[in-house]
């Protein structure tokens, strides 16, 4: 049976990260966090010391931006949790790199079925407001979209996040933190 994967996305401050950190938390043995962000200036700097601050000695950090499925493979072990928070900031890693996301994002969902441990994939969902004037942005929703539609549909359950409130579209409660039988 294919290890566990779970989805959670929703707006920004929504409580999608904390959440996700509670369900990898609840499961026995060490847990990875796989980040995609670089602090590129003093406010995300920030943001990811708060997220540092707030994972225990229970978390090793791999930092990766652009290699994500490589990564993803490196880090997955029976026994161990691998939170991946952000596919949002990946994909934008992607773009300024001058790489190809639809493909990038195919590889992904290609290496899930092979996964040798369960993990947890956070993402804003960027496309439920108005539709951007800029070509760029247009262009970053349409490939999250498909991102977030071809994770969700490869994934054993779905959490959507609003308000620090999880809504569970896919999967059973409970079953996100269990390793198969």
């Not at 994939?121 to 496309?127: A, D």
Request: aromatic letters at 4%; charged letters at 20%; glycine letters at 10%.
């Amino acid at each position: 049976m294919k290890a566990p994967v779970t989805f959670i996305l929703g707006g920004a401050r929504s409580g999608k990260s904390q959440h996700a950190e509670r369900l990898a938390e609840a499961r026995r043995g060490p847990c990875v966090y796989l980040a995609t962000a670089e602090a590129g200036d003093a406010e995300m700097t920030d943001r990811i010391r708060v997220h540092r601050d707030r994972r225990g000695p229970r978390w090793t950090a791999i930092e990766e931006p652009l290699e994500l499925s490589a990564a993803l493979q490196g880090a997955c072990a029976p026994g161990t949790m691998v939170l991946i928070d952000c596919l949002t900031l990946w994909l934008s890693n992607l773009m300024a790199a001058g790489r190809d996301p639809a493909r990038e994002s195919h590889g992904l969902i290609e290496v899930l079925p092979r996964l040798a441990g369960p993990c947890i994939f956070v993402s804003n969902e960027v496309g439920q407001g108005i539709v951007p004037a800029n070509a760029l942005a247009r262009h970053f929703i349409d490939e999250a979209g498909r991102l977030h539609q071809a994770l969700a549909a490869a994934a054993t359950t779905v959490i959507f996040m609003t308000a620090g409130l999880p809504l569970i579209l896919k999967g059973e409660p409970g079953t996100t933190d269990r390793d198969p039988p």
